[in-house]
């Protein structure tokens, strides 16, 4: 989706709110770029501060002067009210692909929001491979062995042939279908916006959410990469687990929001589900006394499926080009339907 800011606006303050390495260093090759806006570094994490607990996300005085200045911003979360905070804002670059969390800054329906969809793709995708293979082909137990040292043979499923979920195809889901493919897997990708008769060159069958349990009762194996939004809200319930395939796996990379924990738990507990891999939660940090800490076959990362390596530079080429467009009055990239939440 895009959209084109109005020729009339013309940015001059831009706060860069990446919370993690944001400094002049990082923020020189934006400003040799554009020598006539003003770059200013000022992380804020906001509702992700147990990532650096140590950081302090009070406003100073400073800090709201420079974010009373900002007419857009690069940001992973948002200082609220942010009508208030920044009232001259009109558009939000999101680091992330959700946006879900940027509902509690009260953004005006006229700012813009753009998200980083297809920035951590494949990353997030190889995780998700890699979970899946690990539980197929048993690498934990016979880690567990090695320890052990024991020797006593586990012989994993082979994947070839194998049918796979895609459950929001979009940029992650497309990453995994695409990578899934690669080791001869049979893919059906479930899409929000499907129409009858519409296909996609990353999977062998495109269905839509309509179809959900049927496609459930397929698949060797589900990966969940749709949004967090009210209409996702607990889309994998007690009935839609029911409907999965006797020992098939689930894994999450989407969003906490989209499962009912207590249902996955009693699912994995009932021995229907072969396994679940959760890179997200509902709640984060996830509580050491939370129930799906101890849940048979789960396997829990701490949302970190995506990697930091060359995430920063991604992220910023697409900034860089946003920002080329937003001064041009050009149709920008990534835009968020409001409406829709992604």
Known sequence: MTAVVPKTVVPKTIVVAFPWNADDALLAPLRARFPDLELVAQPFLGSFAHHLPDQDDELTGAAREVWARADATLALDLPAPISEVAPNLRWVQAIGAGIDHLADAGLPDAVTITNAAGVAAAPIAEFAMSRLLSVWKRLPEIDDEQAQREWKPKFGRTVEG?????????????????????????????????????????????????????????????????????????????????????????????????????????????????????????????????????????????????????????????????????????????????????
């Open 162 to 342: 194998l049918v796979l979920g895609v459950i929001g195809l979009g940029a992650i889901g497309t990453a995994v279908a695409q990578r899934a493919r690669g080791f001869g897997m049979y893919l059906i990708g479930t899409r929000r916006s499907y129409k009858e008769g519409q296909d996609h060159p990353a999977v062998d069958e495109l269905r839509g959410t309509a179809d959900l349990y049927d496609v459930l009762a397929r698949c060797d194996a589900i990966v969940v990469s749709a949004p967090g939004t009210a209409e996702t809200e607990n889309l994998f319930d007690a009935a839609a687990f029911a409907a999965m395939k006797p020992g098939a796996l689930f894994c999450n990379v989407g969003r906490g929001s989209l499962v009912d924990e207590p249902a996955l738990i009693a699912a994995l507990e009932a021995g229907h589900l072969g396994a679940a891999i959760l890179d997200v939660t509902r709640e984060e940090p996830l509580p050491a006394a939370d129930p799906l800490w101890s849940a048979p076959n789960i396997y829990i990362s701490p949302h970190c499926s995506a990697a930091q390596d060359r995430y920063t530079e991604t992220l910023l080429a697409l900034f860089a080009d946003n920002l080329e467009r937003y001064t041009r009055g050009e149709a920008l990239r990534n835009v968020v339907d409001r409406a829709a939440g992604y």
